[in-house]
């Protein structure tokens, strides 16, 4: 065992699976859990800043449900009945106001929900409220809220990564058990691993991104993160599914994420590509990193040094593809179809312009604007067009590893969770902080990061990335290596 950190028995820093056994026992109700997870929500959040707006009415008549559903009545209970969850507040929640954390969405309140929510919901799973993000998941941070910036609940000067960041910081502070983020750059794995818990980005096109506020399509992945590996693979095991209402939506070959779980890691091949360790990379990250190397080894698993050589041409790659999907995407919020518009300007145009320059972050304009220049007309064979071609050779350059590693394993961040405003000045080095997890994103891989560690008491993060469709392996290699250690058990003294 390598850590040993201080444990709680406090429900509230409880896995999923466990609360179950406490449902199923009767110990707890989900009412009552229900109840003190609302409670916890309202005594420690104005610390930590990660909830937009909690669900009381709805949580405690889908609590009520769950517990009847506990006893036998009605649909069988699965293993997300009657447990608090948390949604970033870009996926569309019916009759619950839904903003992207951005001011041009204000009051808008969606009809329907999205296709993971309505999954959730009919797991019997109790939906407690909105996850704080990064404006329009544009971030890696979360400074770029327009309701104010998520406090890392280790360190309250400290940031929780981005754009992810209310939720990893909710499950962290024990404001829920489970949250849904969504993972374009690195969005869920870089904050679970500033935060100290667990996240995964499935394979692209596993879970539906019905219902998601599009960022960047081709990169946008909708992903669970959780206390421990188990529970993210039990909520894959919910929310991934064929959709016909996302055409990129694409059925697993397999029916259980965590059919894996608990089984040797012993002969497994993992590659270790050192373009990850880059330069800027922290001391203690490294220390960390390296000594996770040694307790795979222990374990069973070959861990040899491979090379991706592209892997310094992704950050490139990303912030040519993604803004321009941006540009497209957002084209929609003109103070006409969508949320708020300004009251300045008479001709549609003239709305529109002063709606999108008063309600739209500073971020946000910025990719727009670079997303719009590489697309304009003379730019997209020099910008879009060559972001794409390089896009390929990243992917046959992972196919290539993948024939002789069952998996790759990295840091998940270069730094363990740096202070609030430290890069806002710079955004070129805020984009350096998605530096390991980017890659996957432009291949459509999974990835997975877990806590292997702390440096200056902060939680830092291993990152597993698969083959497309090698989802049940990375859950399997994380599994064995948190189960292995403690670090899943810390929790921030609040």
Known sequence: MVNRASRSPEVHYLPAHEI???????????????????DRISSIDGEVNAVLRTTQETAHESAEEADRRL?????????????????????????????????????????????????????????????????????????????????????????PGGSSGGAAAAVAAGECTI??????????????????????KPTYGLVSRYGLI????????????????????????????????DSTSVKAPFD?????????????????PKEYLVEGIEPGVRTAFEEALEELRSLGATVEETSLPLTDEALAVYYVIAPSEASANLSRYDGVKYGQASSEGISAAEVSQHTRGEMLGDEVKRRILIGTYALSAGYYDAYYKKAQQVRTLIRREFVDAFERFDALVTPTSPSVAFERGAKMSDPLQMYLADICTIPANIAGLPGISVPCGMSEGLPVGLQFIGPQFGDQTILQVAHAYEQSTDWHRSHPPL
């Open 20 to 38: 179950r056994k406490r449902l199923d026992s009767r110990e707890i109700s989900s009412s009552e859990l229900t109840a003190t997870t609302l």
């Open 71 to 159: 006893r036998g009545s009605g649909p069988e209970a699965g293993p997300l009945t009657g447990i608090p969850v948390l949604i970033k507040d870009n996926m569309s929640t019916a009759g619950i106001e839904t903003t992207a954390a951005s001011k041009v969405l204000g009051g808008y309140v969606p009809p329907y929900d999205a296709e993971v929510v309505h999954r959730l919901k009919e797991s019997g799973a109790v939906i407690v409220g909105k996850g704080n993000l990064d404006e329009f998941a544009m971030g890696s941070s979360n400074e770029h809220s327009a309701y104010g910036a998520v406090k890392n609940p280790w360190d309250s000067s400290r940031v």
């Open 179 to 200: 949250a849904l983020g969504s993972d374009t750059g690195g969005s869920i794995r870089q904050p679970a691993a500033l935060c100290g818990v667990v996240g995964m």
């Open 214 to 245: 599009a960022f960047a399509s081709s990169l946008d992945q909708i992903g669970p993160i959780t206390r421990d590996v188990r529970d993210c693979a039990d909520t894959l095991n919910v929310i991934a599914s064929h959709d016909p209402k």
């Open 256 to 272: 259980n994420f965590g059919a894996n779980l608990g089984k040797s890691i012993d002969g497994m091949k993992l590659g270790v």
